[in-house]
């Protein structure tokens, strides 16, 4: 795709920071869609989180010929430490972020961007809508739309109605003010939900913007970080933990709602994904937030399909190792018993 007149940006209104780690499948596309963006007053901040794939490549010709795109690489630390670095080197007043299997709508950063400044300075994030796309870029589901906007921490904290980490535009100076994103490091090797968290600690002090219209595609691939049930568990709580150590007036049912809704996602998304433990260990979050799900048929169909799945690869292993296990000598066989009793020398 060819893009009208590519320039280096003097100041550019918004940095766009693509942190990407074996992208090269979806990088092109992506890349695609932010150098296509109707708003061109932008920098794009690539950062190689340690890829083994051709994603430096792909950076690398993306900036050879559009010099808005800068590549930076560093050793393996985690989606989180990569945006981090991207913004610590961004210099636009907003700070877009876009997963590298992630598409924009062309309109996407315009239609923010006139959002937050409408808002002033009291607005810290604004957000859109965003539809779900497969790995051949088909849309699977259509936008969830929410409402929400303006003093949303309690709203934001029940479900993040924000979606996934390639809707927001931050506010550079919010940024600044309040931290980036938690680390792997810092969630104790996990990840998954730091977006969510940088959303709540914005939401704290600032009011929240929306653009009610559908402008990301937002991409269900297998293997991705969203997929592994247990590490975005682990990651929420590590969030959730966060949000209670700097907002102890928040009443209890808050977190417990979080909790029933996340991890019933969670429930959801694993069972779609043919994951049975990850779903069955899920739901049993789910219900210790909230025991009342037990009455929700599609809960309880969701672990019974999880239970046989189990039961059938538990069976399935048995069989394997069974048929793999050597064939015991001289317990009785017939084909043994001749051996043993064969004459020596030559058979005549």
Not at 291 to 303: E, F, K, T
Request: hydrophobic share 40%; glycine share 6%; charged share 25%.
């Amino acid at each position: 795709m060819l893009h009208p007149s590519p320039r280096r940006i003097t100041q550019p209104r918004v940095s766009v920071i693509v942190p990407a780690y074996n992208a090269e499948k979806w990088l092109p596309a992506t890349l695609d869609s932010v150098c296509s963006q109707s708003l061109r007053e932008i920098e794009i901040l690539v950062v190689d989180d340690g890829s083994t794939d051709s994603t430096h490549e792909i950076a690398a010709a993306f900036a050879a010929r559009d010099p808005r795109v800068i590549l930076i690489r560093q050793d393996n630390a985690g989606v989180g430490a990569a945006r981090n670095r991207a913004i610590a080197a961004a210099r636009g007043d907003y700070i877009a972020p876009l997963d590298a299997d992630d598409l924009w709508y062309p309109e996407k950063l315009a239609r923010q961007v006139d959002c937050m400044e409408a808002g002033g300075d009291a607005m810290g994030f604004a957000y859109c809508w965003s539809e779900k796309i497969d790995a051949a870029g088909r849309v699977v589901t259509g936008a969830f739309p929410s409402d929400s906007r303006g003093s949303v921490l309690a709203d934001l904290l029940i479900r993040n109605f924000v979606g996934n980490a390639s809707v927001p535009i931050f506010r550079a100076t919010a940024l600044k003010e309040c931290g980036a994103y938690l680390t792997r490091d810092e969630q104790h090797g996990m990840q998954g939900c730091e977006d969510w968290e940088l959303l709540l600690r914005i939401a704290e002090k600032y009011q929240v913007g929306l653009v009610a219209e559908t402008l990301v595609m937002y991409r269900l691939a297998p293997g991705c970080m969203s997929m592994d049930a247990r590490s975005m568990g682990e990651s929420y709580e590590c969030a959730m933990t966060q949000v209670r150590q700097r907002n102890p007036d928040l009443a209890p049912e808050l977190f417990r709602t979080s909790a029933a809704n996340f991890y019933s996602y969670l429930v959801a998304k694993s069972c779609n994904a043919q994951d049975p433990s990850g779903c069955l260990w899920a739901l049993g979050k789910a219900l210790r937030a909230d025991p009342m799900l037990i009455a929700s048929r599609r809960m309880r169909r969701m672990g019974l399909k999880s239970l046989a799945e189990l039961a059938i690869i538990k069976l399935r292993g048995l069989r394997d190792r069974k048929r793999s296990r050597p064939i015991p000598q001289g317990k009785g066989k017939k084909e043994d018993a001749l051996l043993k009793h064969r004459p020596a020398g030559p058979l005549l």
